[in-house]
Structures are given as C-alpha cells and as structure tokens.
C-alpha cells in the first residue's frame, strides 16, 4: 500500500490523535517533574498520568514503543522527562510480562516516572554537558534518591512501596535469588534498575552519542544471558533487539526503521527510508524480515541517520502490515510480523543467548517475501 493511499485510510484520525496524545504525555510529565510543588494534588496528577499512560499503551503497543523511542531520541521537552516517560512506558510493558500484582506495578510504573524529581533541573544540564560532571554534581547524583524520597513525602506521597523503590533504585542487587522470591521492593528496584540503566544507554546526550537498542541490551546482560538475569532476558523477550522507532541497516545495503516486533527478537517488521547509497526512498518499502530476505545486518543508533520521518504514516504501515499478515495466516498463509508476547508471571527465566542481530534462517511458512 502507498502512502498516499494510506492518507486516505479510515484511521487516519485516530494514529494522528495517537501522535498527538504521545506529545501531550510528554509535555504534560515535563511539567510535573520540572514543577511539582505548584501542582496542586500532585499525587493525584501523577495517577491521573500513569492512567493516561496505560490507555495508550494498551491501544497498540508496538505504536507506543515506535514513538517512545523517537521521543528518547527527538525530545524537545528535556532528557528528563524524556528518560522517566521511557522508563515508566517500559516499567508498564515489564510489569504486565511479569504478572505483577496491581499494587506492585503501579508503584514500580510511579517510581520510574518520578525517581528522578530530586534532580530534574540538573539531569536536564548533565545531558547538554560535555564535560565530566563537576564533584558537586556527583555529590548530587550520588544524593538524589533520598532527595527525591522525601519530595515525594512532602507531595503528599504516602504509598510506602513507591518510596523506598525510590529511595534504593541506584543500589544495585545480584541477580542470585528469583524474582519471585524477593521482597516486593527489591523485586521492584531489580527492574527499575535495569530499565532504568537501559533507556539512559539508547538516549543521547551532548557528551556522547546513544547507543543503538541492541548494543544496550548487549552492554547490559551480555552476549549470553545469565538464566538468573531474568530482567534482561524478559527486556529481550518483550522489546526485541531492534524495538519499533530504532534503526537498522539491512543486508541489502538500506537504512530501515523498525516499524513492529516479530516472532523473534532479532527479525522485526521493518520499513526501508534510505538506498544503499543513502538516498531517501520516494515510498518506504516494508519488509518482513522473518519470511527472507533481506535480513536486519546490524542495530544503529539514531543519531547515526538522518531523515525526516512521518510518524504518522509509519505507525500505520505498520499496523496495515500486522493487519495483512493476519489476515494470511488465517487464510494457510504467511506468518510475519505478529506481535510478540511474554513469557507469564513471575516464572524463572531460562537460559538463553543475545541472538545475533542478523537474522538466519527463513521462516517455514513463509509463502511470499521481499517488499510488501
């Protein structure tokens, strides 16, 4: 389908209010967290936004994780907001993959939102900083938690698991014991920590270029998963190597950007923008990398492209995509593009390694391949 015909689609109003509503998420966060104390009710706001949050992920999933990651990477509203939005979508994603109870996610989901409060002004300098942070910054970094705690306390803050995640999300726990045999809190501060440490790798600053999703996951668990690593080995599960919004170069030579998840983490549905030789595409072509050819060759960091991107359009071709992959497989046909789902509640993960992010192999009910 052209993206002229999908200027026509019926959709066309409800993904332009999605671009809208991601936007106002954000811009809305900013102002919580850059002014928390003329918010009235801040706590009420703040549930109010995790609210907001949920009823845009749950709309499409693979849409929102497209414009979180452009938002990590485009953000014009500070890295802090942008930081805590990418933090608390992932928390939500993670928290529902896991089967944490109601009470645990909404703590683990607000205290990704608002760890940072203690900080927001000087998390937005470090950002555009190109020199080492000064020791009064570290002091402040290293202090942080507990300012940002007894913020939260006196915003009327009174959920005491909320706090202390917190108030510990820098202490870093071994991931000996099972998820599901930690306290809540330290259940909860493994993956904060986690998420936390992951969305700060993808995100740029001024005084280093963000990496690329893959190389984050990589430089995180490794390139063999610990079985006891269970939060890095859902992260992989869940958002894939190349999540959507992320570029990647394919083997043919084009620069893509992911536009869905796949049945595997490493063979996305994915879109080319830019010709081997860097030229912009008059018209993205999609591939579904699963069926064949061409595979994804290497993850990039998204201050390595430039282009202007409809956003828009994009998340729609892909949702059209997912669509007519649907609508094959439930004719005997073609499998592609399917959204890909966690592994259940609490369970321990089992071992497993970073597949490489070239795809090998084709999947065998694969009836047609190439461009879409």
Known sequence: MSTEALSRNPHDEEYEDLLSLWSDLESALSVLLSRPGQVRDFAAKLRQFDRWLQELVAHDIDASLYLMFQLASTSTVGYSASHALVCGTLCHIMAREFGLPDHERNALVRAALTMNIGMTQMQDELAVQ???????????????????????????????????????????????????????????TRILGT????????????????????????????????????????????V?????????????????????????????????????????????KIHPTAQGRPHVKSALAHTSVTVDMNHRTMVRLGMYAAQRASVLVAHGGAAAAAPHTGAGALAPAGPASVPPVAAVGQNPLAA????V
Not at 267 to 284: I, R
Not at 368 to 371: A, I, L, S
């Open 240 to 284: 894939g190597l190349c999540p959507p919004g992320t570029f990647v170069r394919l083997d043919n030579g084009d620069t893509a950007i992911v536009l869905r998840r796949g049945d595997k983490p490493n063979m996305p549905l994915v879109a080319s923008v830019l010709d081997a030789a860097g030229a912009h595409l008059s018209e993205p």
């Open 130 to 188: 190109r020199e080492a942070p000064t020791p009064a910054q570290q002091k402040a970094i290293a202090d942080h938690p507990r300012k940002s705690q007894d913020m939260l306390e006196h915003l009327d803050i009174t959920n005491d698991l909320w706090l202390d995640v917190v108030g510990q999300h820098h202490g870093r726990l071994a991931a000996a014991t099972p998820l599901a045999e930690l306290p809540a809190v330290d259940r909860l």
């Open 195 to 238: 998420i936390d440490r992951y969305a700060a790798m993808i995100s740029p600053r001024k005084s280093r270029a963000g990496r690329s999703a893959t190389d984050s996951v990589r430089a995180l668990v490794g390139q063999e998963i610990d079985q006891r690593d269970e939060v890095g080995l859902m992260l992989v599960r869940t």
């Open 368 to 371: 047609h391949g190439g461009v």
